[in-house]
């Protein structure tokens, strides 16, 4: 399976993993002045995951309909 990811260019180092989740969550939310509610943050986290995943589209298309229905 790494044989699999590093023909893909990926990277099978844990540090990378561990500097990008250092980056998404410790970076983006304890910044001064902010607080967070679990809930909060596990819906700002699932946000900022949508658009690297290619999921931005369908989800501002389901957030508006969404919202028309309301």
Not at 25 to 31: C, G, S, Y
Request: hydrophobic residues 35%; proline residues 4%.
């Amino acid at each position: 399976m790494y044989d699999k990811y590093l023909a893909m260019g990926c990277s099978t180092d844990g540090r990378v993993a561990e500097g990008e989740c250092r980056h998404s969550v410790t970076d983006r939310l304890e910044r001064a002045g902010m607080s967070w509610i679990p809930d909060g943050a596990k819906a700002m986290l699932g946000l900022r995951a949508t658009y690297p995943n290619g999921e931005w589209a369908p989800f501002r298309a389901y957030h508006i309909e969404q919202e028309d229905e309301r």
